[in-house]
């Protein structure tokens, strides 16, 4: 089962960079997120896939008994999904707001801060 994770990370990330070589920036948000979301299942396949109960304390003692499942991956991996969430809606209404001000989404034709030299103009 790990094995089938670990190709499905790697395919994610594949899939990852090659929607964030484009120039069209909703595509190449949507390869943050992909990738976010590989490295989301890296962290939790870290934890490894154990069969386990709860990580759960019996009263009275210290530690938990017998097998128990890894909290710390699944805590990290909640805070990452609650982060990426926070950073595509905050992508996505900038990116909004540059399409109304420019009228693209093609990062090359997004240039407006940068001078046009004076060949081009001629």
Do not use: H, K, W
Not at 23 to 46: D, E, K, P, Q
Not at 68 to 94: D, E, S
Request: some cysteine; charged content about 15%.
């Amino acid at each position: 089962m790990e094995l089938l994770l670990a190709l499905t990370i790697g395919i994610l990330v594949a899939c990852a960079v090659y929607l964030m070589l484009d120039r069209n920036v909703i595509r190449f948000l949507f390869g943050l997120i992909l990738l976010s979301n590989a490295a989301n299942l890296l962290i939790f396949l870290s934890g490894r896939l154990t069969a386990g109960a709860p990580p759960l304390i019996d009263e009275g003692l210290y530690a938990p008994t017998g097998v128990v499942a890894n909290a710390l991956p699944q805590a990290l991996v909640l805070t990452a999904i609650v982060i990426g969430f926070g950073l595509l809606a905050f992508t996505l209404a900038l990116v909004y707001r540059t399409y109304r001000s420019l009228g693209t989404v093609n990062s090359d034709e997004m240039r407006v801060a940068e001078p046009v030299a004076q060949e081009a103009r001629r």
